[in-house]
């Protein structure tokens, strides 16, 4: 089963705007990590932050985490029409099992 | 640019056929990892290989097979293909053992007519 479940499916928002995209999950872990994907483009990663940690920046981009309610959100400020893409997050477990779970992502698009 | 490299980045074949999709991981790195991504099942993963060894496995169909080499290059074996295996396949690359950053590959899209 999917780890990670993104929020909302989809979003559309003006140049310029916020764009807040969330992830929920089931099971402890280390860390949880985002990943941007253009159209028909390899991930790329773009942030983690590690289960100890309450928020993170990198830029334009800002990650909360939340463990005790299993959920994080990845705040994109100022948009730009480039960041239209696909947003997953991943949940990273370490131990015997140790992998990186992705969620089914979120289409983003900035219009211009 | 990731420092991933597949190849090859286009494959059309037809149902019934076997292809090989290859993967170099970045330099330094011992684990890869395969994906596959279509518009239905999303972005799912079949296979790791950690230094050599198989390491995790996911949602890989018998027909799918995959093996990393001593100088960690990697290959994804997809035999008795069908139309629904028609999809993006990707390859990601980390450090070590699963849980830390990937770098992807920028895909083999295969084409099953």
């Known amino acids: 089963s999917q780890q990670g479940e993104e929020d909302p499916q989809a979003l559309s928002i003006q140049e310029g705007e916020n764009a807040t995209m969330n992830c929920s999950y089931k099971?402890?872990?280390?860390?949880l990590q985002w990943y941007r994907q253009n159209s028909g483009r390899g991930l790329v990663h773009l942030i983690l932050?590690?289960?100890?940690?309450r928020e993170k920046h990198s830029g334009r981009l800002r990650v909360t985490l939340d463990t005790s309610k299993k959920s994080s959100s990845l705040l994109i400020t100022a948009s730009r029409a480039a960041d239209t893409a696909s947003y997953f997050c991943?949940?990273?477990?370490?131990?015997?099992?140790?992998?990186?779970?992705f969620g089914k992502g979120i289409t983003l698009s900035v219009r211009p | 640019d990731s420092g991933v490299t597949q190849t090859p980045k286009h494959l059309i074949t037809a149902t019934g056929q076997r292809v090989t999709l290859r993967c170099s991981p970045r330099?330094?790195?011992?684990?890869v990892y395969w994906y596959q991504q279509s518009l239905d099942q999303g972005l799912q993963f079949l296979i790791q290989?950690?230094?050599?060894?198989?390491?995790a496995k996911g949602n890989i169909l018998e027909r799918f097979s995959a093996q990393q080499f001593p100088d960690l290059h990697s290959e994804l074996n997809l035999s008795s293909l069908e139309l629904g295996d028609s999809a993006l396949y990707f390859c990601?690359?980390?450090?070590?053992?699963?849980?830390?950053?990937?770098?992807f590959g920028p895909g083999t899209r295969l084409l099953v007519l």
């Open positions: 290989y950690y230094n050599g060894e198989e390491r």
């Open positions: 099971t402890s872990i280390n860390n």
């Open positions: 932050i590690r289960s100890n940690e």
């Open positions: 330099s330094g790195d011992l684990s």
């Open positions: 990601a690359s980390s450090a070590q053992t699963g849980w830390e950053t990937q770098y």
């Open positions: 991943a949940t990273g477990r370490t131990g015997a099992n140790s992998k990186l779970t």
